[in-house]
Antibody
């Protein structure tokens, strides 16, 4: 059974940093692109970042480029999102997703989500 | 970026009814369209990929279709557990983009 379990969310002040983690199981992690998708409170879904099988290629939405860093550790079947210079508009639930199909992917499995609140 | 315009924003229907949700792509996405269901307080789940292929475990009352750049999700014989939010998403061109969502409420 595919499982994605996020951790690391919380309340953080604007301008500070936070690192999200996602532990994957039930599939061969290194065979898949992975991605983070977020959802602001009562809003829709928004793709944030994707990473290739070996971590050699990364992709970001414009609003987080230069502030967020996606990475992975295939030996630990883990995905990460380092978020720096956080802004109030980054407040959202962040979902770890398996991205079947590469960078323009269908997100076939989702974690339970982790809440990030950016507020002073 | 490809824009996905989803309608209606909300929908109210009775048990056993059939409903349809639409998604219009701003350009041709060649059937690279997925539908997700998000039940209250839960994470999204993939229902349909490539416009009309049912994800494993999804009931057959869900179906997808397309006509040009217009994509549709149909739910037959509505059940109580179908209440929630539905989103479309294009996977043809980077970056992947989502529709604004449809809130389905059971009367």
């Amino acid at each position: 059974e595919v499982q994605l379990v996020e951790s690391g969310g919380g309340l953080v002040q604007p301008g500070r940093s936070l690192k999200l983690s996602c532990a994957a199981s039930g599939f061969t992690f290194s065979d898949y692109y992975m991605a983070w998708v977020r959802q602001a409170p009562t809003k829709g879904l928004e793709w944030v970042a994707s990473i290739s099988y070996d971590g050699g290629s990364t992709y970001y939405r414009d609003s987080v480029k230069g502030r967020f860093t996606i990475s992975r550790d295939n030996a630990k079947s883990s995905l990460y999102l380092q978020m720096d210079s956080l802004r109030s508009e980054d407040t959202a639930t962040y979902y770890c997703t398996r991205a079947g199909g590469g960078i323009a992917a269908t997100f076939d499995y989702w974690g339970q989500g982790v809440m990030v609140t950016v507020s002073s | 970026d490809i824009q996905m315009t989803q309608s209606p924003a909300s929908l109210s229907a009775s048990l056993g009814e059939t409903v349809s949700i639409e998604c219009l792509a701003s350009e041709d996405i060649y059937s690279n369209l997925a539908w997700y269901q998000q039940k209250p307080g839960k994470s999204p789940q993939l229902l349909i990929y490539y416009a009309s292929s049912l994800q494993d475990g999804v009931p057959s009352r869900f179906s997808g279709s397309e006509s040009g750049t217009q994509y549709s999700l149909e739910i037959n014989s509505l059940q109580p557990e179908d209440e929630g939010d539905y989103f479309c998403q294009q996977s043809y061109k980077f970056p992947p983009t989502f529709g604004g969502g449809t809130k389905l409420e059971l009367k």
